[in-house]
């Protein structure tokens, strides 16, 4: 495995002074000088005990006092490129490398900058978590529930019911550069969960093939997509379609992401097909190496010949992430979502509305890799 190299850059990037050499300076002055000497002894010392996340909280926070500290900006990419996010880190890296620096610290950069699109070629991906499911029906099988004294009527597919989930899902990206902007995109994945309850095995065996570019701050991504479903571990369903992405680092803290897909899902059991839209897009913003946040709205529309129950949907998501110490982060989501039904009901002779609030808690550990617990109630 290779490993990259540390450099210091005290002996290859004059520092500037962060102290005013005016014949006279100010107190304020002074004053800004001492909190930047005593940010930069704080964070060489974290970068030295190998806490990168504080040191990156700490240079992030030189910087926005100074931005123009070449050497903080390096040493910032660095504790990024060894936390393995390299985004952030080719980002910063980029950076320096558009400053007039020596020639040997360009080299290095170029070097780090090769690594990191080494590493995105190969990207792999698993997850583990168990689900314990209710509703506020207290988890009837049957058709028709009474909620607050009103009717409603299920599908076959969404059923009420309670018990434990056990999912798990992998997959594996391959990301080939073709030339300095233009990647290819395979991936393969799989996932699936088992119903405790009613001992019920169902999984998803999928693949992506596309093309991405990538443009400073921007990757554009679009491509094809497989997907065969099992349902109780026998074929229910193919579904291929077409997608886009759009991500977009909009600052050091913020970033955007875009996504327009449509799908075909064709079932086992009956000639006719679904149709799906989906326009969805997520706002992140790390606010340091302890807090994140994140908003993802989504519209879909789906058109079917084989059910007869057109619909479309909004969802909202609200996440949090909370880093603890020892390795442990919480990840915590708020979501509402909204269905509409365009065709009446044959019992009740009226169009169905669903709304559905979710809330959910995950607990990782990024040193215990399968380590990932995932409660999550819906009602």
Avoid at 37 to 55: E, G, I, P, V, W
Avoid at 81 to 110: D, G
Avoid at 113 to 125: D, E, G, P, R, V
């Amino acid at each position: 495995m290779r490993k990259y190299l540390l450099i210091i850059l005290i002996s290859f990037i004059p520092y500037p002074s962060v102290v005013s050499h005016a014949a006279e300076p100010s107190v304020t002055e002074l004053e800004q000088g001492q909190i930047l000497d005593k940010l930069l002894l704080a964070a060489r010392l974290s970068f030295k005990q190998k806490n990168y996340s504080q040191a990156i909280d700490l240079y992030h926070h030189i910087l926005s006092r100074d931005p123009s500290i070449v050497q903080v900006r390096f040493s910032l990419a660095e504790a990024y490129l060894l936390l393995k996010k390299y985004e952030q880190a080719q980002y910063h890296f980029k950076l320096v490398l558009a400053q007039k620096i020596p020639k040997q610290i360009s080299n290095l950069i170029r070097s780090h900058l090769a690594y990191i699109n080494h590493q995105k070629i190969w990207q792999a991906t698993y997850g583990f978590n168990i689900t314990p499911e209710s509703n506020i029906n207290q988890g009837t099988n049957n058709k028709i529930i009474m909620i607050g004294g009103i009717p409603f009527t299920l599908n076959d597919d969404n059923l009420a019911q309670r018990g434990i989930n056990l999912n798990a899902n992998g997959a594996l990206v391959i990301s080939p550069q073709i030339n300095d902007t233009l990647y290819g995109h395979f991936k393969i994945f799989a996932s699936g969960n088992y119903l405790t309850d009613s001992k019920q095995l169902n999984f998803n065996l999928g693949g992506e093939l596309g093309l991405s570019i990538k443009e400073k701050t921007n990757k554009y991504s679009a491509g094809l997509t497989f997907n065969k479903q099992y349902f109780d571990r026998k074929p229910y369903s193919n579904n291929v379609g077409v997608w886009m992405t759009w991500d977009k680092l909009l600052s050091n803290k913020l970033s955007w992401n875009g996504r327009i897909s449509a799908n075909k899902t064709i079932y086992n059991i009956t000639s006719k097909a679904d149709y799906n839209i989906s326009i969805a897009q997520s706002l992140r913003y790390e606010h340091n190496a302890k807090f994140g946040f994140n908003f993802s709205p989504t519209l879909t529309y789906k058109k079917s010949h084989n059910k007869l129950n057109d619909n479309a949907t909004a969802t909202f998501l609200v996440g949090t992430r909370h880093s603890l110490p020892n390795n442990f982060t919480i990840n915590s989501n708020f979501s509402a979502k909204y269905g509409h039904y365009f065709q009446k009901n044959n019992l009740f002779g009226k169009k169905r509305k669903d709304l559905t609030f979710g809330v959910g808690v995950k607990i990782t550990n990024s040193k215990i890799r399968i380590f990932d617990f995932a409660p999550y109630i819906e009602y």
